[in-house]
DNA sequence: CGGTGGATTGAGCTCAATCAAGCAGCGTGG
DNA sequence: CCACGCTGCTTGATTGAGCTCAATCCACCG
């Protein structure tokens, strides 16, 4: 329906794109739906294909040798995922899981390169993006180098927040589907630790809890919480 | 002299450059000497140069709003570094500091963007080496978050060998100007946790330590450290 | 040689992981 | 409709890895 091809726009992948090549790339998309608990692809894998979320949540882990993984990104709909790999032409770094029922867009990766051919600024958009991501992850490293847990967790909501909130009169409220567990590792700690802290922080009134969600009801203290003791906010 | 022209051509960022380009690369380049201790540039300042380290060490680091800081990568002689940067026309993330002496080769945004408008497959190179140095941060991601400091610091060191050994007749010799605070700072550990593993290494055998270096005698074992016990769950 | 800054080492302590129950929301089937 | 079970969440108790502080020690410099 053309109200896909109305959200392909907000992707930011897409956004420099001119309506014809727009269109191209709508034209040459196929629907590719997942159930809950299903895989877009598994690390290692050869990139053939890049997606955007429509419609659903997906999260992107990064699986060790001995079988911990760590949550690196979570993607919300009008977002790319797979496309920075197609584009470059190798691996997936990271397994995309579908969190829930999601309805996507995708497309081969020789179609990309075709279009690419014509629209070379959409490898250059592919290029500020990575590096974008990249930027974002070596703060995350730092934080997660040298702050404590309840900072780390702070952090992570008001990210969340950000990315995928929905404003309610009482507060912000993360409605994706998030469990504990995956909170933890996002944050590298443990699901006890995040459980105990958002525990505590609900006894303190600044947000509700929720099975796989968090209503956030003083922003601004969290954010004085993931800001270590003294030096204003921000970054 | 010559010897600078022909290491370009050691440069990732240039090995699919032909020979004209390379030496319009060379001939607007500009020498730049840091001392020890100096900087090249800092986080968050405009990128208006890029560099390729001849001679020397640079660390390159991220500073947190409360002072502590992580060391994201060390720079050995024929790498490049702000070139990323300088090339997606954005701020510096890092903060690159001489280690030891250096002398480098430094271009001027603006002409590399000249060049790179003769020459596009620059930036696609860049892209590319972005895209990989990303990677290899999230994999450090995901260490920092799963495994033990012992590990961690296994795991430093092994890719410091690999990216700047010394091959000896004794063993690998790491001879960079790491202090073991440098060490602390790229595995997110202390200072002390650090000193103490490698006196524990030391007392096993399995390396020789010094003021800044280390020479390792026995790689395979280190291998083993840095992955986690096998556990088979078979019983 | 003495000084300076890195490196080592010990002691104590803290944060957060782990283990172990128990609880609560939700879907399912009887 | 309720009982049940599943799964995710909470919470207490315990433990230990690794941080911190402090006191040397030692290598290399002038």
């Known amino acids: 329906m053309s109200n896909d091809f109305r959200n392909l726009r907000k992707v930011k992948l897409f956004t420099e794109l001119p309506t014809t090549a727009l269109q191209l790339m709508y034209d040459s998309a196929r629907p590719v739906q997942m159930e809950a608990g299903c895989f877009f692809f598994h690390q ?11 419609d659903g949540q997906v999260k992107m882990t990064l699986l060790g040798p001995e079988g911990r993984q760590v ?23 990271l397994t995309a899981e579908a969190v829930t029922r999601c ?20 490898r250059e958009t592919a290029f500020q993006i990575a590096v974008k991501r990249f930027r974002q992850l070596q703060k995350r490293f730092r934080e997660l180098a040298t702050e404590s847990a309840e900072q780390r967790i702070a952090r992570a909501l008001l990210r969340l927040s950000n990315q995928a909130g929905l404003p309610k009169t009482e507060g912000m409220l993360i409605d ?46 969290l954010i004085t919480l993931a800001t270590p003791p003294e030096n204003p906010p921000f970054n």
Chains 1, 2 share one sequence.
Do not use: H
């Not at 290692?44 to 429509?54: D, F, Q, T």
């Not at 690196?72 to 920075?84: K, S, T, Y």
């Not at 867009?105 to 020789?110: M, S, T, Y």
């Not at 994706?176 to 909170?183: I, Q």
């Open 71 to 93: 949550l690196i990104r979570i993607v919300a709909p009008c977002e790319d995922f797979g496309a920075v790999s197609a584009i470059v032409g190798s691996d997936y770094p």
């Open 176 to 221: 994706l589907a998030l469990s504990r567990g995956d909170l933890a590792e996002m944050t590298g700690t443990s699901l006890y630790t995040v459980s105990r802290t958002l525990s505590q922080w609900e006894r303190d009134g600044l947000l509700k809890n929720g099975r796989g969600k968090v209503l956030i009801r003083d922003c601004a203290q």
């Open 44 to 54: 290692n894998e050869r990139a053939e294909m890049m997606y955007v979320l429509l």
């Open 103 to 122: 309805r996507t867009l995708a497309w081969e990766q020789k179609d990309i390169m075709r279009i690419i051919d014509s629209y070379p600024m959409l």
